[in-house]
Structure formats: C-alpha cells, structure tokens
C-alpha cells in the first residue's frame, strides 16, 4: 500500500485536518475535478495517482451495483473502479480523451474513480469554505464533506470515508 | 495498565511469538508424561525451563500478572524437582499446569489482541497452584533431599574457593541401605552448612549407590565457616552407622568430588544433569533460591537455561538437552506478511516477465539471442517461484499435535477411552492454509470423541471392537492437493436418525426415499444440524459441522463425510497445496476471459446440436457416457451478451467438484496456464461475489484481469 502511493501522500495525513485554524493559512490542497458542469475535490492525502481509463474487468455479480464498473490493474494490484457520475445519478457518457481514474486510498482499501476531466490543484483556505448547514443530513450531499467558494466557482470536497464505506443507493 | 511499556513495541511480537511456542512445547511434554504417569527428571527439568523462561520474558515486558503466574507454576515443579517421591498422584499436578497452560494461552491470545490489554486476574488458579505445592511439599515424608539433578555438576573444581572442606564418609559394614542414610545425612549436614557437591549424585534412583558408597565411601563439599566446619564434623562423627570419615580437601579445590562424577557417570546422566544445573550454585538449597535463578538469568532469555551450562561439560550435547536446541539455531522466525509481500512480488515478476517475453511489439522479429536469454529468465524465475513456495510449506504437525490435547481433555471429561493416532504430519501445506486448519480440526476431533465413539465400553465389545477407540488424523497430499482424514471407529452416522432429524428441521428438498446414503451422511454438514439430542460443553448446539464446512471452503477445500454404521465416520478434508498459484484453463466469453481450474476440469468437448437433451422448462443437458449432466451457459449465467450461443459454434467443459457435476458452455478455450490467484479487493467484499461463482480474479500476461471461476459454487447457483 504504502509504496504505491505518490509524493502526494506524503504531506498530511488523512483525518489530520479535522484542526482547521481561523487563520488565512492553507488547510490542505485539493484536487479538483469535473463531472459534468460541476466541479468537485478531494484532499490531495487520499491522492495515490491519476491515471486514464485502463482496460476494466466487469465483475459479473448480480450484487454488485452498477456504478461499480468492475476491476483494473493498477501496476500488478486488482483495484474496483467507481463511475462518478453514475455515483451522483448522472447519465454516463462514453468515455473519451479527458477522462480520468483517480486512485484514492483510504487505510487498506484502494478505488478507482471515473471522472470526466481532472482539472487542477488548489490550495484549501479556511476564508474559503463556505458555512452551510449540516450537510450530511440531505441524502444527496451526504458525500460532500465541505464546500468551498473560489473566485471562478463553487467546489464541492468530497468526503472519501463516505464514498468508500457508505455507497448504499 | 497499559498494554505494552514504551519501548517494548518491537519485542512483543517476538514475546508472543516464543511464548507460544514454549507453551506448546510445555503441552507436549505434559501429554507425553501423562501417557507415562510419570515425570522424568528431563521432563521436569525441561518444564523448569520453560517456566523460567515464560517468567523471564513476561517480567521483561512488563507482564506482572503473567510472571506471577509462571513463577508459582515454577515453584511447582521446583518442588516437584528436589522431591520427586512426593509426587505419588500425579493427576492433579496435570489439571493444575493445563489449566495454567490454557490460562496463558488466553493470555498471550488477550495480549496479541486489539485494543486494550488488561491483566487477567489469576488469584483463584495462583491460589490452588500453592495449595498443590504446599501438598507436594508436605506429601511423603521420604528424605527429600535427592535432588541429584539440581546440583551443579558442572560446576568445576574452581569454584570451590575458600571455607570449602570435603568429607569422604564411610558407614559401618553390612549396616545396609547406606545410599538412605547417606542422604539423611546429607540433609543433616544442610542444616548446617551450604553443601556445595557430593557422590554419588542419584541416591535414591541408583541401584549402585549402595555399593559406591560401600566401596568408596560418600563424598560431600560443603562451605561453612571454621568454626562451623567443626560442627559439621562433629555432627557426621555422631551420626549413626558412621564408621569412619576423612577430610579430604580443606580450603582447596573440591576438584575430587568432581573428577568422581564426570568420569564414573555415564554419558547420558552427565549430560542431563549438565543441562538442568542452573546458573547460580545456590540452587540446589532453598526454595528460596528460585528467585535468584531469575536474577541471574539473561534478562531477555533468548538461550534456554540448559545452554549456559553446556559448555562446561563438552558432554551435554549428546542427547536430548542437545536435541531440544539444536532445530532452532537453522531456522529463523519471519513476519508472515513480509513472506506475503515476497510471494506477492515474485508474482508480479512472473506476470511482468511474459509480459516482456510475448510483448506484442516482438512480434515477426528474429530474435535468437533474446529467446535464449528469455529461457534462461525463465527457467530462473520458475525456480524462484517454487522456493518461494516452499518457504511458505509448514508441516501439518503443529495442528496435529495440538489435538492431543483436545482429545486428552475430552478422554477426562466424557470418561471414554481413546488414543488419537497420527500419521503422515511431515505433509507439507501453505501456512496460511495451516493456519486456517487448526479450528476445524479441532471441532472434527471432538465431534469423533463426543459424537462418534460409542458412550460404552460394553457397547463396543459386543461390536468386538477393542474397549479403547482409537481417532486418526493422516495427511497425505496427492496431485495439488492434501487429503486430510479425520477418523474414528466409533457407531457411525445413523442414516436413519440423520433423516429423520433432517425431516424435522425442514432441510429436505426430495423424498427421504430419494436421498443416497452419502447424501444423507452429508447432511450433517447442513447449518442448523445436530443429532445430539443433549447439548454438550464440546458439541451439539448443531453449529460446528457447518462451521467447519465454511472453514474449509474458505481457504479453497471441501469437506466430506463417509461412514458406515457401526463401524465409524471418516472425515475427508481436501485442500489445495497452496491458495496462491493455481493451474488453470482459460476460457473466452464474448471479451471476457475466465480461468478454471485444471483439477475441476474433467474434459472438454465439441457436440452437434442434436446431442443437447432439452427439458420441459429451459434446461439443457447433455448425454455424457450414460450419464446426464445439466450443461451452464457461461454467457447467461454471468450476463454477458455474447455472439456465441450455438452449442455448435462454442465449447464444452465438463466439470466436477465435490461430487457435483456440470457441463459448461464457453465461446473458446485459450489454452492452459499457471495464474497467480489474487483475492478481490476489500472494497468488493461487501457483495457476494464467491455466491455468484467466481472465487477470485489473476493477472493475466498482457496486463488485463481476468476472473477465476468457483466451479463449486457456480453450480451451486444453477
């Protein structure tokens, strides 16, 4: 695990952010990415590499859902692949040059996610996150841990514990 | 209490580790005397050691609890050690040092565990624990010291230093039994001054003693101040039957007293004793002197005790102290998971290397060079795979042994007379696979003993079987995999009795009258199952056999049954050698490639269309030797949309596990190959993959995945 994952992991540790200090310092960074018009993150920590569109295996199992689109190779290791925008109940479309898997890790477990295009990585201020109302109760956002207001858009961080734990639709 | 004291991270592995093993080995040495009802000196001597050792590492890691507990239970055998007459009933010693080797099992096991570790209390067994040494101390009144084997009798002639005197004492003639007296006197003189040596040593075991005492008189070294020597002399002078004494040795070198017992000792005795002297010469005196055996010990008691008198006498390395020692130097302990990691990249290399050797990109070249040096990495890589393999092939013997004690245990409480044979537990299987092994073993085990042996000694005489049953484990391993029985030649499964039991639960699917004897004896493998009508401390709560089962298949075997009524059950555990490289036929499906197993594989086959036999629902079965099998389209059982779905355009596998069969339809075979079987990830573990039939997935040469077929399951699902 720990050596297939990138210089990025190195920095800061998942769950190490829960401190937020009041002052304008960076939290953390964040890479972003988009499905749709929508633009989304994740905390760089949970970042183990980017990579296209691989060959995917389907795991022909009734139980498995359909957004789970089956297993890739990821240098010698079987890591499931998850279709974002199928996660977010958006039709999906075909993958093309843009598209990317974004392996992420949380302890043991290692996923794939399909995204449309991977844009950059931004640097998570406190002035930035913007104060909404409990998240996690509406069903719908329950995968957003918190939401940031840039310049050129509103991002939305996804919360990776609850998208590898808590994919029950 | 914290679980570990800072620092002691690392080490409490390797604790947990060596303690397990020596509780093992402590279990061994009790199930083996027990069969004797008898302790020898070696085995006393030996549980010593482990006792001292387990006491040594716990304190070491800051384990206080544990270390009382194995220091009252060295107590024990150090009394049982300098007065082995007291031990006329030998019974309750055994209860004793088992409780307190399961006590300690429990304990590491809590050690090892997640989360918190907090002491056990261990009052209730410390207590009875003192209560058996306070009856062995006071049980006999035979002279208890003949602790010939405590005394150091290694020590040489340089020890004796200052203040030492040696007496050579003779008895009158024809006084008889001079060996006891000798030895009351020898106490007498303990009371006095500090006995350093004497001779002959074994005065209560040797038949000779007599005689050499006789002959040549009895020496004793001892220390004592000089005006005390003088009460010491007087008080031999006094002592009754004593004909006459000499002083020997006065502020010299007791080199005599020793010279005597290296030479006229035989090897073995030597060696013995030599193994068992302990590090400190006070050893032999007091109950007291326990203690400081531990003061004086290494402090991480990597060496066993036996090793620190070794060398002393270049005759210790004969027999079993030698014996004990001598497998552990070659062998060293490694973290399974960095064997995995080993195993895991040694794959890696194999997929890696044909990706190399049949890159597309080589294709139409000429490359003679290029193909020899490819052979040669082949070859190579091959040999590495197989090392690899081997590293990880422990022999089953570790869980075989430990059902001597499952069924000592059960022989005690159920009152039935049994022997547990074993054979065959140098096979070798993957270490993991053994690991997995030791709880369905086990619940065989008692299940022969609790289930399959008669109740009554009466009951298998009239049988005109012998009055003692009699359980064998064997393991063979045959073509890729090892056979492993577990069988008793108790009553048998009652067919009748199973049915009915079956009929009441509701686990029958046909007619009773349908059923075959073999279906019937596995049934009792069902969930839920379970003809004791009493539920016993060890069986009968009807979980167990299905437990087992799931056991088993697990780690990728099958569990079967066979009996015969009145004669007994044998269990038959199949596993594979190793869970991690399988041989495996790939098939094609549309663009999916599938792997099946080679040993599932019984043939594979072309069939014209009017050879398919179709039932009145979808059913398609075909006619194989006048034999129907049910054939499985590998497209529609898996949801693949496949071009291929004439029985004439595709082809036939048929396959067959645990005594099922099918026949499945796949577009094409690709050939055969050796796949690294890899598990599904953990994120996946969640969905029933195994149910759907697909046991886990491989590498494939080219880099793609592709999955591998459960033909078990798989036909389980039609």
């Not at chain 1, 139980?63 to 977010?88: A, Q």
Request: charged fraction near 25%; aromatic fraction near 6%.
């Amino acid at each position: 695990m720990a050596n297939t994952s990138s210089l990025f992991a190195q920095n800061v540790k998942p769950g190490e952010k829960s401190v937020r200090p009041e002052k304008e310092e960076e939290i953390t960074k964040a890479l972003t990415f988009a499905i749709g018009e929508q633009v989304y993150g994740i905390e760089i920590p949970y970042v183990v590499e980017i990579l296209g569109v691989p060959k995917i295996t389907r795991v022909p199992c009734a139980e498995v859902p359909y957004f789970i689109k089956g297993i890739i190779n990821v240098r010698s290791r079987v890591v499931p692949v998850v279709n974002m925008r199928s996660c977010f109940g958006k039709e999906e479309i075909e993958y093309n040059e843009k598209t990317c898997t974004i392996i992420v890790a949380l302890n043991d477990i290692t996923v794939g996610l399909i995204v449309d295009e991977v844009l950059e990585v931004l640097s998570v201020m406190q002035k930035n996150i913007a104060k909404t109302p409990d998240l996690n109760n509406v069903n719908e956002n329950r995968f957003i841990e918190y939401i940031l207001e840039m310049n050129d858009g509103t991002k939305l961080i996804l919360n990776i514990k609850k998208i590898i734990f808590d994919n029950e639709f | 209490m914290s679980k570990i004291e800072s620092g002691m991270e690392s080490m409490i592995d390797m604790y947990i580790f060596e303690t397990n093993t020596l509780l093992e080995q402590l279990d061994e040495i009790l199930l083996k005397t027990e069969e004797a009802q008898t302790f020898t000196g070696d085995d006393i001597n030996e549980i010593f050691r482990i006792m001292h050792t387990v006491k040594g590492s716990s304190a070491m890691m800051g384990f206080d609890e544990l270390q009382l507990l194995a220091h009252k239970g060295e107590e024990l055998f150090f009394i049982i050690r300098e007065k082995p007459d007291n031990l006329s009933d030998v019974s309750f010693v055994y209860d004793l040092v088992f409780r307190m080797s399961d006590l300690f099992k429990a304990e590491v096991e809590l050690i090892q565990g997640e989360g918190e570790y907090v002491a056990t209390d261990f009052s209730a067994v410390l207590s009875d624990l003192e209560k058996g040494a306070a009856i062995l101390t006071s049980e006999g009144g035979v002279i208890p010291e003949t602790a010939s084997l405590s005394s150091p009798a290694a020590s040489g002639g340089g020890e004796f230093g200052e203040g030492f005197m040696t007496v050579r004492i003779y008895f009158q003639e024809g006084c008889k039994m001079e060996n006891l007296r000798s030895s009351m006197l020898l106490n007498k003189i303990r009371e006095e001054a500090d006995v350093k040596d004497f001779y002959p040593k074994d005065l209560e075991g040797d038949p000779n003693a007599s005689d050499i005492i006789v002959e040549e008189g009895f020496t004793v070294t001892f220390k004592a101040d000089p005006e005390e020597n003088g009460a010491v002399l007087k008080l031999i002078e006094n002592a009754i039957n004593v004909e006459s004494y000499e002083v020997i040795h006065n502020n010299a070198s007791g080199q005599s007293g020793s010279d005597q017992v290296a030479a006229s000792e035989n090897e073995n005795e030597a060696s013995i004793a030599a193994a068992v002297s302990l590090p400190t010469d006070s050893a032999a005196t007091s109950g007291a002197s326990v203690q400081s055996v531990v003061e004086n010990a290494p402090a991480p008691v990597k060496i066993p005790s036996s090793d620190t008198a070794a060398p002393a006498t270049p005759t210790s390395n004969t027999n079993q102290a030698a014996h004990l020692n001598t497998g552990k130097q070659s062998i060293i302990s490694v973290n399974l998971a960095k064997l995995d990691q080993l195993h895991d990249i040694v794959g890696e290399i194999i997929t890696t290397e044909s990706m190399v050797i049949s890159n597309p990109e080589l294709e139409g070249l000429k490359l003679e060079s290029f193909l020899k040096s490819a052979r040669e990495l082949k070859k190579l890589t091959d040999e590495l795979q197989d090392t690899v393999m081997s590293i990880r092939m422990v022999p089953l013997a570790g869980p075989f042994q430990k059902m001597n004690r499952i069924v000592r245990d059960m022989k005690v409480k159920l009152g039935k007379d049994a022997e547990l044979k074993i054979e065959g537990e140098s096979t070798e299987v993957d270490k993991t696979i053994v690991d997995s092994l030791n709880d369905p073993l086990m619940h065989l085990v008692r299940n022969c003993m609790d289930h399959g042996i008669e109740d009554s000694v009466e009951e298998r005489l009239e049988k005109g079987k012998p009055a003692k049953a009699t359980v064998t484990l064997n393991a063979v391993s045959s073509s890729g995999e090892v056979v492993i029985t577990v069988s008793d030649d108790g009553k048998g499964i009652d067919t009748e009795k199973v049915l009915h039991k079956a009929e009441m639960n509701g686990l029958l699917l046909k007619l009773p009258s349908e059923y075959t004897e073999r279906e019937i004896q596995n049934m009792i493998l069902l969930p839920g199952f379970s003809t004791n009508d009493v539920v016993t401390e060890f069986s009968g709560r009807g979980v167990g056999m299905d437990v087992v089962r799931d056991n088993i298949e697990k780690c990728g075997g099958s569990l079967t049954v066979e009996s015969k009524h009145g004669f007994g059950t044998t269990f038959i555990i199949k596993i594979p050698l190793t869970l991690a490289i399988i041989q495996g036929m790939e098939v094609k499906v549309d663009d999916t490639v599938f792997v099946i197993p080679i040993s599932t594989i019984r043939q594979s086959f072309k069939v014209q269309n009017s050879e398919i036999i179709k039932d009145t629902q979808r059913g398609e079965m075909i006619m194989i030797r006048g034999q129907c099998y049910p054939i499985m389209r590998l497209h529609e059982n898996f949801a693949i949309p496949s071009e291929v779905t004439d029985f004439e355009d595709g082809i036939l596998l048929l396959v067959e596990t645990d005594g099922k069969s099918a026949c499945l339809f796949a577009d094409r075979l690709i050939g055969e190959q050796q796949v690294v079987v890899k598990p599904f990830p953990a994120y996946l573990g969640r969905y029933n993959i195994k149910g759907a039939g697909l046991s886990g997935c491989t590498i494939m040469g080219d880099g793609s995945i592709s999955l591998i077929i459960d033909v078990a399951n798989l036909i389980e699902v039609y």
